[in-house]
């Protein structure tokens, strides 16, 4: 039989490049079936050769339970909380504040769906995933790195080149609809055999709920999903001047960014964008309240600065409250 160590790395090269073909290019290179194989193949493997087995080896995804609560982990850089619009009008003074402090006539936003699921930190150090953690109150959150690496949308470690030594990312947990209701029909139906798994109210509390647990092995059997809205903390490394140049990188890297971001320019843009959302809204595989917009410039926004913890160069528009997802 070939080297057991040159046929784990190929492995673990072909199920890693699977994910992200499937989680990030939406693209999937390889059936269900021949994935599962590969990795059972993988973990027969590393379990006859113990030290051969890398701890960014996706078999290494959902780890046992651990001793207790989570532990609290502080965010260097607060992690934000997104100002509300509801008209058009606060759309339009949103765009002339800007102007007036900054004095950008018809500035340019990066945009895209505000997904209702559940805001997360993760931290990257030497290209691997060290640290995950909840928003919490935007300056504290709790250590859910076990759960978020059974995420097989995160990362184990980064693709590509040009990353920072230390990065962190933030975006939102969330739970696709069709593996919310499929998930849901089957606990129903296991639950009439008087066995299986909870059923989930809603989309937002399954992946809230899902992020909580104390034993991973209960989130890795919940459908999660996650894509990355932005930057935390960057040391030993550059990004580029703007928001959706950054977003382009992050998508390199390995990491899952919205399919309907765009840029747009000026109060019309961000208009014309509302309304194209708020159409293609119930067409969406996920749930969103609303679509955020962000000075796209990196140098604006740091003249825009905050207003206690929400950014004074972003907003979130909110659509009108839908009725919840139907069980
Ligand atoms: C700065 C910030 C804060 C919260 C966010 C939340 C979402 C979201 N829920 O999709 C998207 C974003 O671009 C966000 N951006």
């Given at each position: ?107 340019r ?46 990362p ?15 975006g ?6 069709d ?36 034993d991973?092995?209960?989130t ?18 550059t ?31 961000l ?32 003249e ?24």
């Open positions: 039989s070939p080297d057991p160590a040159a046929r784990i790395a190929e492995l673990c090269r072909q199920l890693n490049d699977a994910n992200y073909r499937y989680h990030v290019l939406d693209d999937p290179a390889i059936p269900d079936a021949e994935y599962d194989r590969l990795l059972r193949e993988l973990d027969e493997l590393e379990a006859a050769h113990p030290g051969l087995a890398s701890p960014d080896s996706p078999t290494q995804r959902v780890g046992a339970a651990p001793s207790g609560a989570f532990d609290e982990v502080r965010h260097a850089i607060p992690m934000l909380s997104l100002g509300n619009a509801f008209s058009e009008e606060e759309v339009r003074d949103f765009v002339r504040r800007i102007d007036e402090r900054i004095g950008r006539e018809s500035p936003f990066s945009v895209e769906p505000k997904l209702d699921g559940l805001a997360i930190s993760l931290r990257y150090e030497g290209g691997r995933f060290v640290q995950g953690a909840t928003r919490g109150d935007g300056a504290t959150g709790e250590d859910v790195t076990a759960n978020l690496r059974t995420i097989k949308a995160i184990l470690a980064l693709r590509g080149e040009g990353w920072p030594g230390v990065l962190e990312v933030r939102e947990v969330y739970m696709p609809l593996a919310f209701k499929a998930y849901n029909a089957r606990a129903l139906a296991d639950a009439g055999k008087g066995g299986g798994d909870k059923v989930l109210a809603n989309p937002r509390n399954g992946a809230a709920g899902s992020l909580r647990q104390l991973p092995r209960v890795a059997r919940r459908p999660l999903a996650f894509y990355a809205y932005g930057t935390g903390a960057v040391e030993g490394g990004l580029p001047d703007t928001h959706s140049a950054t977003l382009a990188r992050l998508r390199d890297w390995g990491f899952p960014v919205s399919a309907q971001s765009e840029v747009v320019e000026g109060a019309e843009g208009l014309d964008y509302y309304q194209r959302m708020g159409e293609a809204r119930d067409g969406l595989p996920f749930d969103i309240d609303g679509v955020v917009y962000k000075l796209d410039d990196y140098e604006g926004q740091r825009m600065g905050f207003v206690s913890r929400a950014p004074r160069w972003a907003i979130a528009h909110k659509f009108p409250a839908q009725e919840q997802s139907t069980l």
